[in-house]
């Protein structure tokens, strides 16, 4: 395994961060542990979940998971930079109460509580804001945040879903405030199909520091080779991919993309891991593995190297937006 510095920190991390999305709605607990134990076996040391993972009335759920191996010891907790987040309403589903979801003080402070509990374990390495709370001012969210790292039960913040004027904002009154290191990373939505991060997001995290992560690095299997697996398989393509692919120009513009890869012998999942592993600002891809086959297929593409003639051709079928401001000024 690769490792990388979460942004500006001086935590290490691996190149792949292993998603738990999964696990409760698509992954049992047993499988859910196997593949936790088989990220570690090949030293994967960063996971990210959510305390709403689990969905509906199972919110929670997926923490309970992660927090059932954690106590089977071993050095699971230590060996895992653990990153979760906060925002989603957590409370009974039909009637919700006031202040159990998004980013005000008195939830910040509920919800970490409630995580910890579920994850059995005392600090959250990473605790990111799972979507902007436009209600709440950055000085009380801060305020709330270094209650809990002088506390110790977490020590770094983090963003999800962010825009780069919201990191910005964050940082600057983080800055105003003394004493509070502010946002560390965001986790956006970036992959080739969807370029937009670069225009924006990216280059806010890269100015303040933050480590990219990206979420749904194969867009929901479109990049994942979904049209030689119909051709092969049968297995017809579903939810996002369906969508997508119902579209002529854009199963035209997979099919080149695969075309491609098969070309260069290359598989488009990985291949698609390993082109994020090369941007600038990404610490990591998260990864969310149904299967312990899963995980070792987005392994590989850790040490995959992508040549020159590859990565020009990927920018020629998935084109980004350019630098910014030119991409949108002139």
Known sequence: MKYTQLGRTGLKVSRLVLGTMNFGPQTDEADSHAIMDAALDAELNFFDTANVYGWGENKGRTESIIGNWFAKGGDRRDKVVLATKVYGNMGAEGAPWPNQDKLSALNIRRAVDASLKRLQTD?????????????????????????????????????????GYKIAQANEIAARRGGTI????????????????????????????????PWSPLHGGL?????????????????????????????????????????????????????????PGV????????????????????????????????????????????????
């Open 223 to 279: 990049l994942g080779g979904v049209i030689k697996k119909e051709v092969e398989g049968g297995r017809r393509a579903s939810g996002r991919s369906a969508d997508a692919l119902a579209s002529t120009a854009v199963r035209a513009q997979i099919q080149a993309y695969e075309d491609l890869l098969e070309k260069h012998g290359l598989e488009p999942g990985e291949a698609a891991l390993a082109w994020l592993l090369t941007r």
């Open 182 to 213: 502010g946002l560390v990373s965001e986790q956006c939505l970036y992959n080739l199909a969807e370029r937009r991060a670069e225009m924006e997001v990216i280059p806010a995290a890269e100015e303040y520091g933050l480590g990219v992560i």
């Open 283 to 330: 610490t990591g891809p998260i990864v969310g593995p149904r299967t312990a086959e899963q995980l070792g297929s987005a392994l590989r593409a850790v040490e995959l190297e992508l040549s020159q003639e590859v990565l020009e051709g990927l920018d020629e079928i998935f084109p980004g937006p350019g630098p910014s401001p030119e991409a949108f000024a002139w």
């Open 123 to 163: 600090y959250i390495d990473l605790y990111q804001f799972h979507h902007v709370d436009r209600n709440t001012p950055f000085e009380e969210i801060w305020q709330a945040i270094d209650v809990l790292v002088q506390q110790g039960k977490i020590l770094y913040a983090g963003s999800s879903n962010f825009p």
